[in-house]
């Protein structure tokens, strides 16, 4: 029986020699400064970190978990309700290619979009309102996002019971819409391990929701944080393999899968090491940060071989489509 770290060596093999050349990661946090201290305690240890450092992420935050590969990222605003959207945004789009915090006015953000913004950011727990559609995008939010054609990314607290909603603007509106970890993202993320093999033999009727958005146009979903085969392959067989992105929620997905491991590795140690990893300094228990993202990339890749998906439209292309402007 394969022991942890040899596991991770042959998963990150695999992985590494079926990915494609050119890659979009079109789920990591950045800028990641703020002005003052998140309540949640995981999300306190990372402030912590950024305070101190100034950090924020890039490409190059991927040369050691990614080699040899060509990876560029649309740049998220972290979701904390501590968040000053003026001045986050006012950082936002020195970034490559970002998104903005939505919860300023228009009158704000109309000032300063530049031609490399790819969209907005909402999310339920910036907003600190009740998580649907309705009460987090108001139409003339989507009529601002149509009209200088941009994306919205939009984190609900329950999205499935959105998605009539979301069938109904997209018919109304030419606004690309990305759902963060395939539209499920008030279940688990990173599933525990023993559960894995799990999500390859069983279906999970609730995942058949997939089909109210098989026909829409401009729904997307990302990957990101999710190892569950069942939901990533539903999701595929339903809307086609042009609106999957891949996303690692980077660098909060480092941490989410190795709970079981926290109480060894202690929590001040384990934010020590990540904020190593994100300094680019060499340890020897790197890996079971990196794990999470190769276990993500393993399972898309099981999802492509079985369902015959060309894995640079997941991986490259379809991000593509929502950084261009059109």
């Not at 605003?77 to 998104?99: D, G, L, Q, R």
């Not at 009158?107 to 530049?114: A, C, E």
């Not at 149509?146 to 069938?167: G, T, V």
């Not at 525990?192 to 026909?215: G, I, T, W």
Request: aromatic content about 10%; charged content about 35%.
């Amino acid at each position: 029986m394969l022991t942890k770290h040899e596991e991770y060596e042959r998963i990150r093999k695999e992985v590494i020699d079926w990915l494609p050349s050119k890659i979009i990661d079109s789920h990591v946090h950045t800028p990641l400064i703020l002005n003052t201290k998140p309540v949640r305690v995981f999300s306190r240890g990372l402030y912590n970190i950024y305070f101190k450092d100034k950090l924020k992420v890039t490409s190059e935050n991927f040369q050691d978990i990614l080699p040899g590969k060509n990876l560029s990222i649309i740049g998220i605003p972290p979701p904390y309700k501590e968040s000053v959207p003026k001045i986050i945004n006012a950082m936002a789009v020195k970034e490559p290619n970002p998104t903005l915090l939505i919860n300023d006015e228009i009158k704000n953000l109309q000032p300063i979009l530049k031609d490399n913004v790819i969209g907005i950011k909402s999310h339920w727990k910036i907003e600190n309102k009740k998580g649907n559609f309705d009460n987090l995008i108001s139409e003339e939010k989507l009529e601002f996002l149509e009209k200088n054609k941009l994306c919205l990314l939009i984190e609900m607290s329950d999205p499935p019971n959105n998605f009539d909603k979301l069938k109904e603007v997209d018919q109304r509106y030419k606004v690309k819409i990305i759902l963060p970890h395939i539209g499920f993202s008030h279940e688990p993320m990173f599933i525990p391990r023993k559960d894995f093999e799990d999500s390859f033999n069983k279906h999970r009727k609730d995942y058949d929701v997939f089909r109210k958005l098989a026909d829409t146009k401009n729904i997307f979903l990302d990957i990101s944080m999710k190892t569950d085969y069942d939901l990533m392959a539903t999701c595929l067989k339903h809307m086609g393999e042009d609106r999957l992105l891949f996303g690692t929620d980077f660098p909060f997905g480092l941490t989410m899968k190795i709970k079981e491991d926290r109480v060894a590795i202690g929590r001040e140690r384990m934010f020590m090491q990540l904020r190593d990893i994100l300094l680019g300094r060499e340890f020897d228990e790197r890996w079971r940060y990196f794990y999470n993202i190769y276990l993500l990339v393993w399972t898309l890749k099981k999802v492509c071989d079985r369902l015959d998906t060309e894995k640079e439209k997941v991986m490259y292309n379809n991000a593509k489509k929502i950084m261009r402007k059109q």
